[in-house]
């Protein structure tokens, strides 16, 4: 996790985030977010969850910093992959020294830099863009400005996933900027908003793939999806504890029955993240950039 120095409404990314608003003028938007990030990462550390991390570059432009799961992500076969981020701003997040600082406490063997699709305009936001069954081998992604085609199709083939790829779009009929926002899957269920997949044809093959891999569907209304309810996680913690990760904000739109379909894939855990939220459009999920390898030694 990435604790940031200079948070703040980015216009780069607006363009295509309708879930971002501008802040008022008179907001101390940083001591907010600090205190919200900060409360995040002790909530975490309270339920046993090894959290590392690393405090933002205060002498890069970089507002969106404490979304590190957009331009990284770690995969158990050793592997560790850069990608291709769509705002100029965004790029200076990727940091080879905390891409050595997960090496050094982690034992990978690999290093893959897409971020040359860049050049071509092309984009594949991480783990952003892709909603990855790492059980079953498939990846889960919805086709917008930030998630291309073309690169999605080199890391799946990078990662030998199988591919579900659809149009998922808000209540204005936009494309959503992120899949991890209308998805959130875990070891046996799927948190979606159906309703963002309007073409028949598309939701009949992503609802027989999560059917074909034993997911549960837990079904999740636009309003719910736009208070960030499938931003989240299931991690787990030191003991090996299923946790199921979420803002606060996203916790109350949930129904009783859905928090109750949820616990029995793991004890859902929140806390507040409002301006993290409103400013910079991404929640629980976002924030983390989770470490998956078999082999772990002492930070």
Known sequence: MIRPSRFGFNEQTAISNVFQISPEANENVQEQVMREFDGFVDMLRENKVLVLVIDDDPEQDTP???FPNNWISTHD???????????????AERRMDIVKAIQGGYRFKHFVDLSFFEQRGQYLEGTGSMVLDREYGIVYASISSRTDEEVLGFAANLLQYEVVRFHATDHEGLPIYHTNVMMCLGSGFALVCLESIHDEEERSRFLSSLIATNKEIIPLSGDQ????AANALQISSTDGESLIVMSSGAYEALTETQHSALTRYGRIIHAPLDTIERIGGGSARCMIAEIHTPITTVL
């Open 77 to 91: 076969n050793g592997t560790i992959i850069i990608y291709p981020v769509e705002a100029v701003n965004r790029r």
């Open 64 to 66: 969106d910093a404490i």
């Open 225 to 228: 999806m736009n208070h960030f």
